[in-house]
């Protein structure tokens, strides 16, 4: 069982840069794959970025690709999202989410754990 607390989120401008964390209770936390997933109003939740157990390996969306950067502190029990060069775009629900799975999970329902999201709001 995993508990996850995301925080960071907040109201910025256009071109801003927010770091979302989220820390995960439990001592397995470094055997879950970890991923972030936004919801903008009217709109399907989509992954953003994930990271492999050992955090070697990323993977983003294609509309986030050199802006924004997952990273993971095991000792530490914490996935981490730096969002630079904010758009109004991104303005959304963040959530953190956990799965036991393996190879490179981008679809929300093999995602186990859910936080319960943290607000992004860019203004233009």
């Known amino acids: 069982q995993v508990q996850l607390v995301e925080s960071g989120g907040g109201l910025v401008q256009a071109g801003d840069s927010l770091r979302l964390s989220c820390a995960a209770s439990g001592r397995t936390y470094s055997t879950y794959f970890m991923a972030w997933f936004r919801q903008a109003p009217g709109k399907e939740r989509e992954i953003v970025a994930a990271?492999?157990?050992?955090?070697?390996?990323?993977y983003s969306v294609d509309s986030v690709k050199g802006r924004f950067t997952i990273s993971r502190d095991n000792t530490k029990n914490t996935v981490y999202l730096q969002m630079n060069s904010l758009k109004p775009e991104d303005t959304a629900v963040y959530y953190c989410a956990a799965t036991p799975q393996f190879g490179m999970p981008t679809r929300g329902n093999e995602y186990v754990y859910w936080g319960q999201g943290t607000q992004v709001t860019v203004s233009s």
């Open positions: 990271i492999n157990r050992g955090g070697g390996i990323t």
